[in-house]
């Protein structure tokens, strides 16, 4: 493990359902992100949160909510989602917004049908 | 806005040959510049960075990159592949001041016994 954890691994959901997905880190790192992984495309940059705040939005669908109670946890909340939206989704932590050193959770796999 | 471009989908290389993972990329200003790998089912793994100084970089299970200015590349080398080796790797670029690291689509290398 790489000390961020993701739960849950595997996510099968349909298009009228909402689910969460959690990430938990105890680095003590302050920043915390959420990507997109689908095949052969770059790793798209969902949302940035810096110490519980949101600092980066990307032109993502309000389907997807993110939320960060704490710097440890986040969370993607999901609504209404497309069969498009089935990617692996990778949560990542970082010591502080401008830190490199991202240390990457083993993602949650969805399918939408 | 930054950008990676990493141009093969895949590279096929013999155990014990040389393996080149080919990474260009576009920034205004000086570039920070990162390997990541990604086993299966796993989250992406930090291999090595650039970030100022000596052009050759050494990183994690012998990996290196050399950072070239003028070509705006930062190849990823190992002398002698291993079977291990075969996975998903990512070239990532920032700039200083910014806050978002953005990836390349990934390259499957495979390492064929």
Same mark, same amino acid.
């Given at each position: 493990?790489? %000390?961020?954890?993701?739960?849950?691994?595997?996510?099968?959901? %349909?298009?009228?359902?909402?689910? #969460?997905?959690?990430?938990?880190?105890?680095?003590?790192?302050?920043?915390?992100?959420?990507?997109?992984? #689908?095949?052969?495309?770059?790793?798209?940059?969902?949302?940035?949160?810096?110490? =519980? =705040? *949101?600092? =980066? +939005?990307?032109?993502?669908?309000?389907?997807?909510?993110?939320?960060?109670? +704490?710097?440890?946890?986040?969370?993607?909340?999901?609504?209404?989602?497309?069969? =498009?939206?089935?990617?692996?989704?990778?949560?990542?932590? #970082?010591?502080?917004? *401008?830190?490199? %050193?991202?240390?990457? %959770?083993?993602?949650?796999?969805?399918?939408?049908? | 806005?930054?950008?990676?471009?990493? !141009?093969?989908?895949?590279?096929?290389?013999?155990?014990?040959? !040389?393996?080149?993972?080919?990474?260009? &990329?576009?920034?205004?200003?000086? $570039? @920070?510049?990162?390997? @990541?790998?990604? @086993? $299966?089912?796993?989250?992406?793994?930090?291999?090595?960075? &650039?970030?100022?100084?000596?052009?050759?970089?050494?990183?994690? @299970?012998?990996?290196?990159?050399?950072?070239?200015?003028?070509?705006?590349? /930062?190849?990823?080398?190992? $002398?002698?592949?291993?079977?291990?080796?075969?996975?998903? &790797?990512?070239?990532?670029?920032?700039? &200083?001041?910014?806050?978002?690291?953005? /990836?390349?689509?990934?390259?499957?290398?495979?390492?064929? !016994?």
């Amino acid at each position: 493990e790489t %000390g961020v954890t993701q739960t849950p691994r595997h996510l099968v959901m %349909g298009m009228t359902n909402k689910k #969460s997905l959690k990430c938990e880190q105890h680095l003590g790192h302050n920043a915390m992100y959420w990507y997109k992984q #689908s095949a052969k495309k770059p790793l798209e940059l969902m949302f940035v949160y810096s110490l =519980e =705040e *949101r600092v =980066e +939005n990307n032109s993502v669908p309000s389907r997807f909510s993110p939320e960060c109670p +704490n710097s440890s946890h986040l969370f993607l909340h999901l609504h209404t989602l497309q069969p =498009e939206d089935s990617a692996l989704y990778l949560c990542a932590s #970082s010591q502080e917004i *401008r830190s490199y %050193g991202y240390t990457f %959770g083993s993602g949650t796999r969805l399918t939408v049908v | 806005a930054q950008s990676v471009a990493q !141009p093969e989908d895949q590279v096929n290389v013999a155990e014990g040959n !040389p393996l080149t993972v080919k990474c260009t &990329y576009s920034v205004s200003g000086n $570039p @920070y510049l990162f390997w @990541y790998v990604q @086993y $299966p089912n796993r989250g992406l793994q930090f291999l090595l960075k &650039y970030i100022t100084g000596d052009n050759l970089v050494k990183g994690s @299970y012998g990996f290196e990159a050399e950072f070239n200015k003028s070509q705006t590349s /930062f190849h990823l080398k190992k $002398p002698s592949a291993l079977v291990s080796d075969s996975a998903l &790797y990512f070239c990532a670029v920032s700039a &200083y001041g910014n806050n978002r690291l953005a /990836f390349g689509k990934g390259n499957q290398v495979v390492v064929i !016994p």
